[in-house]
């Protein structure tokens, strides 16, 4: 069973603020993350996806993966009160599971003006 | 793209009665996960197809839960007879080949209520 934590929140950070959005996931060999962002009452969207070790940046975005340490994190830059939401890490499976992801508790962000 | 559809939207219904929500994937997606979503457990897997054929279902609470795929278009989860907890929303997904860099696209979800 894989097993893929996210730090339990709830997160504030004022506008302007980096949020920081932190996922850890218990396979060594899962090689594709996904970041999904849930706004409330509403379906999960895809945000960020990363496969390689390093950085990836889409606009104010930022995903990061560390796969020795099996750690990956989502930088929102200049967060704005439209990006509170519960941010949803996902890993996808290996092997006879390689279609389904597993998917983190979520992280609840509020940016407070 | 029309999205992942999903039906009822909404759904409040009794103890013991039989619900069925429905789902119609992303045309051309081989793969399709049925989840369900409370504060208490988060996003959890029920089930998911691929090619119409269920790979996993372990997740499936309870033999009140079944689930079908009768064609690559149109999927049902059925509970019968319902309980006040299974109260949740329930998200169907879909997603193409099941491929590393391929990812999930969600449904708006059924809020399902049982009094």
């Known amino acids: 069973q894989k097993e893929v934590e996210q730090n339990s929140g709830p997160l504030s950070v004022p506008e302007g603020a980096i949020a920081s959005l932190n996922c850890t996931y218990s396979d060594r060999v899962s090689q594709s993350f996904f970041w999904y962002r849930q706004y409330s009452g509403k379906s999960p969207e895809l945000i960020m996806s990363i496969y390689s070790n390093g950085d990836k940046e889409d606009g104010r975005f930022t995903a990061q993966l560390n796969k020795a340490s099996q750690y990956v994190s989502l930088l929102i830059r200049d967060s704005q009160p439209s990006d509170s939401a519960t941010y949803l890490c996902a890993v996808r499976g290996r092997g006879s599971t390689l279609g389904r992801l597993y998917f983190g508790r979520g992280t609840q962000l509020t940016v407070w003006p | 793209d029309a999205g992942v559809i999903q039906s009822p939207r909404h759904e409040v219904t009794e103890m013991g009665q039989e619900v069925t929500l429905r789902c119609k994937p992303i045309s051309g997606h081989d793969y399709l996960f049925w989840y369900r979503q409370t504060m208490m457990r988060g996003l959890e897997l029920l089930i998911y197809?691929?090619?119409?054929?269920?790979?996993?279902d372990s997740g499936m609470p309870e033999d009140r839960f079944s689930a079908k795929m009768p064609n690559a278009s149109f999927s049902t989860l059925k509970i019968q007879p319902s309980e006040p907890r299974d109260s949740a929303v329930y998200f169907c997904?879909?997603?193409?080949?099941?491929?590393?860099?391929?990812?999930?696209?969600f449904g708006p979800g059924t809020r399902l209520l049982v009094l």
């Open positions: 997904a879909s997603s193409r080949h099941g491929k590393e860099q391929e990812t999930q696209y």
């Open positions: 197809f691929n090619n119409n054929v269920p790979i996993d």
